[in-house]
């Protein structure tokens, strides 16, 4: 049984830093995985994503030099590291894992491309 734990949210000031987890288990090889975030009232949207191997990352524009994302295949691990928190970072942010395919590099930011996903972990900044 596949299964994605989130953990590392909490409450921080604005200009703050967080850092995320994503534990896997249950998956039989690596999988491609992305954060996803959904504020109330608001669609879950896109936030970064890391390739299988690690060797490439991607990020939405407004966390670009703010957040970092990396993973650890040894310990099925996935962290973001979030920096120069805003308020408007406020949301749930899930981890969601994708299987291996070659149209990752265009299909990173959709969540209908990712198979399983977390339970997400809240984030709230405060001004």
């Known amino acids: 049984q596949v299964q994605l734990v989130e953990s590392g949210g909490g409450l921080v000031q604005a200009g703050g830093s967080l850092r995320l987890s994503c534990a896997a288990s249950?998956?039989?090889?690596?999988?491609?995985i992305g954060w996803f975030r959904q504020a109330p009232g608001k669609e879950r949207e896109f936030v970064a994503a890391?390739?299988?191997?690690?060797?490439?990352?991607y990020y939405r524009e407004s966390v670009k030099g703010r957040f970092t994302i990396s993973r650890d295949n040894a310990k099925n691990t996935v962290y973001l590291q979030m920096n120069s928190l805003k308020p408007e970072d406020t949301a749930e942010y899930y981890c969601?894992?994708?299987?291996?395919?070659?149209?990752?590099?265009?299909?990173?930011?959709?969540?209908?491309?990712?198979?399983?996903w977390g339970q997400g972990t809240q984030v709230t900044v405060s001004s």
């Open positions: 890391i390739n299988w191997r690690g060797s490439s990352t």
């Open positions: 969601a894992a994708a299987r291996p395919e070659p149209y990752y590099s265009s299909n990173y930011a959709r969540a209908t491309n990712y198979d399983y």
């Open positions: 249950g998956l039989t090889t690596s999988y491609n």
